[in-house]
């Protein structure tokens, strides 16, 4: 008996290691850079829960609240920066942050409330457990013309989209926290407000990083070096052009002032597009990682009569991409 249960441990942490091998070998694979994905459900339910709908509803109800609350807190964000900026209130990266964040947190409610309305009240669809080989992330197959999707679990592109805003919002608030807080200079028109654009922001990326399913690709961190150089762009234009910051000054942040500081500032240009985004993104995707991790152990805790065999594991390993 002894040797029959150490057989089955060895089998079970062989197989482990197989799932991770394949795992890391995918998040590499080329068709990463692009946004196709096979489980829509990873994008608008909740891994942590059962799939039934009637279970979902929690997190339908989650999504909701998020959105309302920090849409309030824009508003009043909006207001109290016009009464201290005017009509230079978008000239900000916090702003932009801002628009963006709510941009994704009111899309990812709309496209939830949608599919819960559409697919559990009108199609009845039925569910499936989510099973281990569902967190691979597995490479998308694409016809060899316009990458049309085959499967019946295709991600849409509206879904693709709020995948696309969640890992800028997310990844751009942390960059506007940090570069605020370190050259913080103790004014403040509106602490609560103040503190829900530089602080609290960063709260629903990092809740959804583990609450959702939302998969994190190591190269989307494309995303936001591509949102950095727009910014950089804008600033460069902006001051060209004779733009001022609101208190007079003729930069809008300290680190991008091309006419006071101008080889600082160069530097500061190529450590915002270039270095910020890879090192910021590579914790974010190592925290996905980390929820993959803590995620499959809880579905073969919460499922262990699903949980893949041995041989499962090997034709996910040699199956063909």
């Not at 693709?160 to 605020?180: D, H, R």
Request: charged content about 15%.
């Amino acid at each position: 008996m002894a040797d029959e249960n150490h057989v089955s441990t060895d089998t079970s942490d062989e197989g482990s290691r197989s799932f991770w091998k394949e795992f890391f070998k995918q998040q590499f694979h080329y068709s990463k850079f692009l946004t196709f994905h096979r489980d829509w459900r990873l994008f608008i339910h909740s891994p942590w829960l059962p799939q039934k709908w009637t279970y979902q509803t929690i997190y339908v109800i989650y999504r909701l609240i998020i959105a309302v609350y920090f849409f309030g807190w824009f508003i009043a964000t909006l207001v109290v920066g016009t009464e201290v900026h005017g009509s230079k209130l978008f000239i900000f990266l916090t702003h932009w942050g801002g628009i963006i964040l709510n941009l994704y947190l009111l899309s990812a409610a709309a496209v939830t409330l949608f599919y819960f309305i559409y697919k559990h009240h009108y199609k009845k669809t039925p569910h499936r457990d989510l099973k281990l080989s569902d967190l691979q992330d597995r490479p998308f197959l694409e016809k060899p013309c316009c990458f049309k999707q085959q499967e019946s679990l295709s991600v849409p592109w509206y879904m693709q989209f709020v995948w696309i805003l969640y890992v800028i919002s997310s990844e751009m608030s942390i960059e506007v926290v940090v570069g605020y807080w370190l050259t913080f200079s103790g004014t403040v028109h509106s602490w609560p407000v103040n503190l829900h654009e530089h602080l609290f922001n960063i709260i629903p990326g990092l809740i959804d990083l583990f609450v959702t399913g939302l998969p994190i690709r190591f190269y989307q961190f494309l995303y936001i070096m591509g949102i950095n150089i727009i910014y950089v762009i804008f600033t460069a234009i902006y001051y060209a052009a004779g733009g001022t910051h609101s208190n007079g000054n003729t930069h809008i942040y300290s680190v991008f002032d091309y006419e006071g500081r101008a080889v600082f500032s160069s530097f500061s240009v190529l450590i915002f597009v270039f270095v910020v985004p890879v090192a910021l993104h590579s914790v974010y995707w190592g925290l996905y990682c980390l929820r993959t991790f803590i995620l499959s152990r809880f579905l073969k805790k919460a499922s262990p009569e699903t949980r893949p065999s041995q041989s499962t594991f090997s034709v996910m390993a040699t199956s063909p991409v």
